[in-house]
Nanobody, 123 residues
C-alpha cells in the first residue's frame, strides 16, 4: 500500500504564503495521479489540485492562480505552494494518490490518504 504523510501546515495572515509537503512511501509504482484535498469543519471535502505522472495539472477555480502543485520524484514528495492565502483557505489539507489513466478533482478513485495538515489563515 501507499503511505502518505503531510507536513507544512500552520497559521498565517491573509496574503501570506505556505508550502505543504506530502512524503510518499510504500507501493507507489502504480500511482498515476496525486492530489491535494481540503476540508473545513462542517464542510464537504473538496479537491484543490492534482498532478499526473505526465505532469498534467488541474486546479479548483477557487485557488487557480494562487496555488501551485508540484512534485519531486527523487524525493517521492508532493508539494503545494500556497500564495496570497485567504481566510476561506482555512481547512485541513489532505494528500491523496490514485491509480489508473485518468484524474479528476473528485474523491472517488483516490484510495490512499494522508493524515492531513492544518492550514489556518487569519484576517
Amino acid at each position: 500500500d501507499v503511505q502518505l504523510v503531510e507536513s507544512g501546515g500552520g497559521l498565517v495572515q491573509a496574503g501570506g504564503s505556505l508550502r505543504l509537503s506530502c512524503a510518499a512511501s510504500g507501493s507507489i509504482v502504480n500511482v498515476y495521479c496525486m492530489a491535494w484535498f481540503r476540508q473545513a469543519p462542517g464542510k464537504e471535502r473538496e479537491g484543490v489540485a492534482y498532478i499526473t505522472t505526465g505532469s498534467t495539472t488541474n486546479y479548483a477555480n477557487s485557488v487557480k492562480g494562487r496555488f501551485t502543485i508540484s512534485r519531486d520524484n527523487a524525493k517521492n514528495t508532493l508539494y503545494l505552494q500556497m500564495n496570497n492565502l485567504k481566510p476561506e483557505d482555512t481547512a485541513m489539507y489532505y494528500c491523496a494518490a490514485k491509480s489508473g489513466t485518468v484524474c479528476f478533482l473528485l474523491e472517488t478513485g483516490f484510495k490512499n490518504w494522508g493524515q492531513g495538515t492544518q492550514v489556518t489563515v487569519s484576517s
